[in-house]
Structures are given as C-alpha cells and as structure tokens.
C-alpha cells in the first residue's frame, strides 16, 4: 500500500532520489533550459514537499509551490525506477492537487520537458485536466519546455 507523507528532505533515500531526478533532468534538458530544483531550493518555505512509500522503499516525490495564494506550481514530480507504472506518479500528482485545493488555490502550474523523454509526465498531467498554457511566473518562452495549467475551481 503507497503512503504519502508530507517532508523526508532529510531522509538519505529521498535524497539520492532528487540528485538522481535533477542529474537525469539536466543530462537530457539542453543547457539553460532544465528547471528541476536541488535539495537547497526545495528546502525554502514556498514549498511543500511530499514523499510516496511502499513499506520501507521510497517510491517517488513531489512537491507544490506557492507562487501566490491563488497560484501553485507543481515542482519536483518523480517516480523511482522499480515503482513506474504502478500509479505512484498519479497518486502523488493527486496528493499535490488536493494540496493546492485545500490551500484555497485557484490555478497549478507546471513546466516539463517538450521531447520525448518527458512524454510521459506529459501525458500523465494531461490525464488530470493540465492544458498547455503560456510561460508562468518567471519562466520565458523556451522550445525545450512545455508550460501547463490546472483550473482548481
């Protein structure tokens, strides 16, 4: 059974897991364009981090940024390799929506990739109502990102 609990930034298994998501995103982003944060920039707080368990292995992490009280950003979504395909990123990106909900937000955001890599976190914020919008906040336009949008209302 997958649990969600809010922190783990501490947890060393959470850790390599960010380095692993961040070292990944920026090997495969071109330079200037990879916005995954490092442990420093999740430890702010704007943000509320979450961590997915199955027993004892770590199965993915998440996180919401307040940009506003109105506005949330969906930041730091990744699933370990031996949990893919199992529903953990869905239930982490819902955790984050309730999230977000809860904390009277109006709209998410989010920013991911646009090749064929990030397909799959792509298709997976399709899949919970996220559109393609405009660049956000204080992105610029950049044809390696693809910006997203959640109504909350």
Known sequence: MLRIAE??????????????????????????????????????????????????ALAGVGALKAMSAADGEVKSMHTAEAARRRGVGAALLRHVIAAARDRGMERLFLETGSFDYF??????????????????GDYRPDPNSTFMRLDLG
Request: with cysteine; glycine share 8%.
């Open 7 to 56: 922190g783990g930034l501490d947890d060393a298994r959470v850790v390599a897991l960010l380095h692993h998501h961040l070292t990944r995103a920026r090997a495969v982003t071109p330079e200037g364009s990879a916005h995954a944060l490092d442990l420093s920039g999740l430890k702010v707080p704007a943000i509320s981090f979450w961590s997915a368990w199955e027993g004892e």
């Open 119 to 136: 397909a799959p976190a792509r298709a997976l914020y399709a899949a919970h109502g996220f559109v393609e919008c405009a660049p956000f």
